[in-house]
């Protein structure tokens, strides 16, 4: 089976430069790596201008969320692989005063999406058309994400916000190697599925200074007119228009009808830590939360960083996490989803009861656990970029936002300046059929009218001791949920750094297909071949580059410590 191939080859295109192989040995030796050490503030984020941008609102007396606000934009203009107007994301939160919560403005399925809509007459999957061109759309929730979180907690004018981020995209940036070697390979493919060039289809080279004007004018209608300007404004009109030209089925009313929601978030604990992440629509907050749940009881610390022990234990919670994953997860405003139940400690030690230290659990073998008196209810009425921000007040973010696939749909509304997601991928088309993340879904995540599709994405925050200790989050399609998991257990149970938290290699394991995969020449061969003979199926190969992730630690001493992923042009920035 081929495993998360859109994923690769984006991850491969972003990973050469600044990858260095560092087995397990290496590591050991090296003297820790401290990332950016700041006293007051920080945002970290995958474009150095991005951080800039969220970091000079911080400074001018603006709060996380009006930083969250013009990170988020900006990261549209200066990395439009991920950033997103046409896309979707959530975001976790805690404010200074440590209130919780979590916001989700995911895309959602058109009213005409329906059930089939991607299998022929045999009913085959014709995978293409979920993942390229106009129906593969989700309707947008981005631009209704950023307005509903300034209602609620921002504090600088909107204008102010967003008028950095407009002269970002009038000015233009510098492109870093590896943009530009990321639209010189994507541009051909934009060309074909537009059927016109656009400023995206040209030869790039590093420092290259790229405007885009188009997207600047839509920033300064969205300032000026507000949020009705995307959902039903001219912005909305041209989106439409654009659309029916590419045989999208999405409509006016499907803009004028999208709710981003406030969502509470998943909170539970792992040993003295209480961990704040995402609810569904994402996987994210459970998947985490039963992982870490399952491995509680084994001595991760004894056993060692990436030792034969951990990824063994790590690898058979992961397995049962993914295998619950694809059955009872999809969208809440859908489907029933037994949450509690889910993360409880008698159902996740009952989960690990079969778990052999001498021979793998074989996947096909096993599948979701069993929830006494769940009855699996359908209610009437189912390429990702992270950044972490904390402010001078003690308010805290982790936000992870996607078009899904490396510039979605690859649709590129010249007129309005943006790219258009590829998230109806992520909803299951067929039941037992991998997206393009490997991931296989059922019933509770297929396609509905108005429904959102499930998500891995994981923006967590952390306290300990009742304080704010971490934000992090990550891209990585089904591998965001795992990397997030070990950057954590880094930190915590191998008294990492952040900054060697997040460059540490990684592993990966999501029940089907029944593959570990780890990043290459990064482990130990022994180690391997151990986990092998157990039988583990061993990836060395398909995975490059395992998440990217961007996090920010609480030091004890109150300062703030950035973790910017080494494997992409990630950057902290703060005062
Ligand atoms: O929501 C999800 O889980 C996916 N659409 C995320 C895609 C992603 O992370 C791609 N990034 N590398």
């Given at each position: 089976m081929k495993l998360l191939p859109y994923f690769l080859v984006s991850f491969l295109l972003l990973s050469c430069k600044n990858q260095t192989a560092t087995p397990e040995t290496a590591i050991k030796d090296k003297e820790p790596e401290i990332g950016l050490i700041t006293q007051n503030a920080m945002v970290v984020s995958a474009r150095e201008e991005a951080s800039r941008i969220g970091s000079d609102i911080l400074e001018k007396g603006g709060n996380a969320f009006d930083a969250m606000i013009a990170t988020e934009m900006a990261l549209a203009v200066c990395y439009p692989y991920a950033g997103n107007l046409g896309g979707g994301g959530f975001i976790v939160y805690r404010t200074q005063y440590g209130e919780l919560g979590s916001f989700d403005y995911r895309e959602k399925a058109p009213?005409?999406?329906?059930?089939?809509?991607?299998?022929?007459?045999?009913?085959?999957?014709?995978?293409d058309k979920s993942k390229v061109?106009?129906?593969?759309?989700?309707?947008?929730?981005t631009v209704a994400g950023i307005f509903a979180v300034h209602e609620k907690l921002g504090s600088l004018p909107i204008e102010v916000i967003l008028q950095p981020v407009i002269d970002l995209a009038r000015k233009g940036y510098l492109l870093t190697e590896s943009q530009a070697d990321r639209y010189n390979v994507y541009g051909p493919e934009f060309e074909n599925v537009n059927g016109e060039p656009s400023i995206y289809t040209a030869k790039f080279k590093p420092k290259l200074l790229f405007k885009n004007e188009a997207l600047a004018q839509t920033l300064e209608r969205i300032a000026m007119n507000g949020r009705s300007e995307f959902y039903g404004g001219e912005t909305g009109k041209k989106l439409i228009a654009f659309l029916k030209k590419h045989?999208?089925?999405?409509t006016l009313e499907d803009l004028k009808a999208y709710e981003a929601e406030w969502r509470e978030p998943v909170t539970f604990k792992y040993k003295d830590l209480t961990v704040i992440s995402m609810a569904p629509p994402s996987s994210g907050g459970i998947c985490l939360a039963q992982i870490l749940k399952m491995i509680e009881p084994y001595p991760l610390k004894e056993y060692g960083h990436n030792s034969e022990k951990t990824i063994q234990v790590i690898t058979e919670a992961e397995r049962r996490a993914y295998a619950d994953r694809s059955y009872y997860l999809g969208d809440p405003d859908f489907v029933s989803i037994p949450v509690d139940s889910l993360i409880s400690d008698r159902y996740l030690k009952n989960r690990m009861e079969?778990?052999?230290?001498e021979k793998a659990t074989i996947s096909t073998e096993m599948s979701y656990g069993n929830i006494e008196g769940y009855v699996k209810m359908l209610q009437e009425s189912t390429e990702t970029t992270h950044y972490s921000i904390v402010d001078q007040f003690g308010n805290a973010i982790a936000a992870t936002t996607t078009l899904?696939?490396?510039?979605?749909?690859?649709?590129?509304?010249k007129e309005l300046g943006f790219f258009l997601n590829n998230?109806?991928?992520?909803?299951?088309?067929?039941?037992g059929e991998p997206n393009m993340f490997g991931l296989i879904g059922g019933e509770a995540n297929a396609i509905e009218p108005q429904k959102r599709m499930l998500s891995s994405m994981t923006p967590t925050l952390i306290e300990k001791d009742g304080k704010l200790w971490m934000s992090l989050g990550t891209p990585g399609g089904s591998t965001i949920i795992t990397s997030v998991l070990q950057t954590i257990l880094n930190v915590y149970?191998?008294?990492?750094?952040m900054q060697d938290a997040v460059n540490a290699p990684r592993f990966h394991h999501q029940w089907l297909p029944d593959i570990v995969q780890f990043e290459p020449d990064s482990f130990n061969r022994n180690t391997l071949e151990k986990l092998a003979k157990k039988g583990y199926t061993i990836d060395?190969?398909?995975?490059?580059?395992?998440g990217k992730v961007d996090a920010i630690l609480v030091l004890p001493n109150g300062a703030l410590e950035g973790g910017a992923d080494r494997r992409g042009d990630d950057t902290a920035i703060g005062f």
């Open positions: 009213m005409a999406a329906s059930r089939d809509m991607y299998l022929d007459e045999e009913g085959n999957f014709i995978s061109g106009g129906l593969a759309v989700g309707v947008p929730g045989k999208g089925i999405m079969n778990f052999s230290e899904n696939a490396a510039f979605g749909s690859k649709l590129y509304v998230e109806m991928d992520d909803f299951s088309a067929k039941p149970e191998f008294d990492m750094s060395e190969v398909n995975a490059p580059v395992i």
